[in-house]
């Protein structure tokens, strides 16, 4: 979005230091690398200070940059503004764009808010300029982000909101002021950090506390800890359920699942009956797809556009990836982040989808911040692998020794180790990658779609 000098300087309460309050930028960014010519530059304090890279965006073109260190890199043609602390300038622009947005759908939940992002912002764009964030920017960085770097004409904008701890989800609702929040599930995603379901509930229902009258909450009917949240809202309330309640709004009536994930399946809404289809997905993208139908339902999308948004999503990387080798086995990269509800999801449809002839193999890295309750789900996981009758699994990271015999140091090993305890990939085999975040397994699969095996 386009925004002046001047504007930045009045909505962040800021002093230009050097520079046109005539002068303009579009968009913006704290990454140095992801400058694009005239876009603001944020140098955002973490593991490294953001100011050493100031004068590396304005090499990249950035037209200025916000400092709370005075001007550090003086370049010509370019602005600077100083303010006390660039984090807090951020979102202080993002209030700022939103004010130029009509429209906000915002979703949290424990799992499934990218994916229902992504379903939600291809629905809507068929029906109006919308904003979306790639991949998940989902916390007070990402967030204000993406109300600024929305198109200017932008009617609807698409914002996940994360929830690390208590209060998250309040910041990030007072941040972006939905007038559409979807909530997908209360799993245990950072349990440690909650302790409790309960507790993961009370956060992730502040996004509906935080609609207006004239708002829509969008909620799991499947789930009782989400459709309790009914009665924390002044806003109106769709349901979804993707498991059978037929009373709910928009609901899953019937399914099929092709070999490679791809899924048809009939909706049935408040706009009618919608034939569906969506590509290289397990089952519970269903629901998913559900909220993001009654969400875009709700944002003006007819039928034809819930369709032909769902068959157009692209998916994020790492995420339900089904990916075959030259060799006829598969791949499927769910590496990009893992808590139990999702290793058991993945599970069950990495076991749905081997060939009659091909096993199910497993690379399984920790399920990160689960707190006193890790150790157990960790057993738990090695549990439903068993019950799963998987063929090899090799396990990497914390409690590795509690999933499985086959423990291996790193991805590089661990794609090293289920190649030999397999004697080679076969055509018809399945293999699941999934872990955490921090575990960084994605590495593991180019290798183990480049292996052939050893005749
Ligand atoms: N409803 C669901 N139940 C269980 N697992 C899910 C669900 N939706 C998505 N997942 C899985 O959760 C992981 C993260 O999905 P993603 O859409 O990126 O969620 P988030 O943005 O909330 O982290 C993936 O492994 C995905 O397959
Ligand atoms: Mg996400």
């Not at 009618?272 to 993001?292: D, Q, V, Y």
């Not at 090899?392 to 289920?418: F, I, M, Q, Y």
Request: proline fraction near 4%.
């Amino acid at each position: 979005m386009r925004m002046t000098v001047a504007d930045a300087v009045a909505a962040t309460g800021g002093t230009l230091l050097r520079g046109d309050r005539g002068d303009a930028f579009t968009d913006a960014t704290q990454d140095s690398r992801r400058v694009v010519p005239g876009m603001l530059f944020i140098p955002i304090k973490g593991d490294r200070d953001g100011h050493d890279f100031v004068a590396a965006a304005l090499d990249a073109g950035a037209a200025g940059y916000l400092t709370e260190r005075g001007d550090v890199a003086a370049a010509q043609g370019t602005f600077a503004i100083g303010v006390g602390d660039t984090l807090t300038a951020l979102a202080d622009l993002g209030r700022l764009a939103r004010e130029r947005i009509p429209d906000v759908a915002a979703i949290t939940g424990s799992a499934g808010k990218t994916t229902t992002k992504d379903f939600l912002a291809a629905i809507v764009s068929r029906v109006a300029v919308t904003g979306v964030a790639p991949g998940s920017h989902n916390n007070e960085i990402g967030m204000p982000l993406t109300l600024v770097n929305a198109p200017d004409a932008a009617r609807i904008v698409v914002s996940e909101i994360g929830a690390r701890s208590p209060g998250d989800v309040r910041w990030g609702a007072e941040l972006v002021q939905p007038t559409v929040g979807v909530v997908t599930n209360v799993g245990s995603a950072h349990l440690g950090v909650f302790g409790s379901r309960e507790a993961i509930a009370r956060t992730k229902g502040e996004l509906v506390e935080a609609l207006d009258v004239d708002g829509v909450a969008v909620l799991n009917a499947d789930d009782a800890l989400v459709a309790e949240m009914a009665a924390r809202t002044r806003a109106r309330v769709v349901t979804f359920s993707a498991d059978g309640d037929r009373a709910a709004d928009v609901s899953v009536a019937a399914s099929r699942f092709a070999p490679d994930l791809s899924a048809e399946f009939v909706l049935e809404t408040p706009v009618g009956r919608i034939e569906c289809e969506t590509h290289g997905a397990g089952p519970h993208i269903l629901s998913c797809a559900a909220g993001a139908a009654a969400a875009a339902i709700a944002l003006g999308a007819s039928a034809d556009d819930v369709a032909a948004g769902l068959v157009g999503t692209e998916r994020s990387a790492h995420r339900m990836q089904l990916h075959a080798s030259a060799g006829g086995w598969r791949v499927l990269d769910d590496a990009y982040n893992a808590n139990p509800e999702s290793m058991a999801a993945a599970l069950a449809s990495a076991a749905g989808v081997a060939g009659a002839d091909g096993r199910t193999l497993a690379l399984l890295g920790h399920m990160a911040e689960l707190g006193p309750a890790a150790a157990d789900a960790h057993r738990a996981l090695a549990d439903l692998h068993r019950g799963h009758g998987f063929d090899v699994v090799v396990s990497v990271g914390e409690h590795a020794e509690l999933v499985s015999d086959n423990v291996a140091r790193d991805p590089a090993e661990a794609a090293e180790l289920l190649r030999r305890l397999a004697g080679g990939f076969r055509p018809g085999d399945v293999i699941v990658v999934k872990a955490s975040r921090v575990v960084g397994l994605e590495a593991a699969v180019p290798a183990l779609l480049e292996i052939r095996t050893d005749p």
